[in-house]
């Protein structure tokens, strides 16, 4: 009995080896993390957009000739997608906002309703009644609507959606 109490005044033996067990368990998610974080950037370079051009902000160089990226942006979109796109029958579609915070209207025949969205490659998503949308570049012929088919210049959020300006 006098050996454990003993044992109990000088710690328990191995207890060095059981910290030595959970920095290294530390360790190895701290490694695990850095590589998941990796890998989620690699996908993100190769998601690039169509023509092999990302979707990214381009790197600049910095004072000392290092790379410094601008990752840190919030996404933009092209200028020429902001502001009001004409859908048949009175209804449109107006695109308004800043990097990092854009808004969708939609006027159709029940009214004007709004939307948060962002930026998604070469798309803007935004979430109306619970279901992702995603608002893309195309012509009358991609919004599948007869009075938009020979437009040019439109945005489609799908078949039989889309508003043009042209």
């Known amino acids: 009995m006098a050996r454990s109490a003993s044992s109990i005044?000088?710690?328990?033996?191995?207890?060095?080896?059981?910290?030595?067990?959970?920095?290294?368990?530390?360790?190895?998610?701290?490694v695990l993390t850095a590589v998941l974080l990796t890998g989620c950037s690699r996908h993100e370079e190769a998601s690039a957009a169509p023509g092999g051009t990302s979707s990214a902000p381009p790197a600049?160089?910095?004072?000392?000739g290092s790379a410094v990226s601008s990752a840190s942006a919030p996404a933009a979109l092209p200028a020429g997608w902001?502001?009001?796109?004409?859908?048949?029958?009175?209804?449109?579609?107006e695109l308004d906002g800043e990097p990092g915070r854009y808004e969708v209207v939609i006027q159709n025949l029940d009214g004007p309703r709004t939307f948060a969205a962002q930026p998604e490659g070469d798309a803007v998503r935004f979430v109306r009644d619970g279901q992702a949308e995603r608002l893309r570049a195309g012509d009358g012929q991609a919004t599948g609507?007869?009075?938009?088919?020979?437009?040019?210049n439109c945005l489609v959020v799908k078949a039989g959606e889309g508003y043009c300006r042209d």
């Open 9 to 30: 005044r000088q710690g328990r033996p191995g207890s060095s080896g059981l910290a030595r067990a959970a920095i290294a368990a530390s360790s190895g998610m701290l």
């Open 60 to 64: 600049s160089a910095g004072s000392d």
């Open 82 to 93: 902001l502001g009001r796109w004409q859908g048949p029958e009175g209804t449109f579609l």
């Open 145 to 152: 609507m007869k009075w938009l088919a020979d437009k040019k």
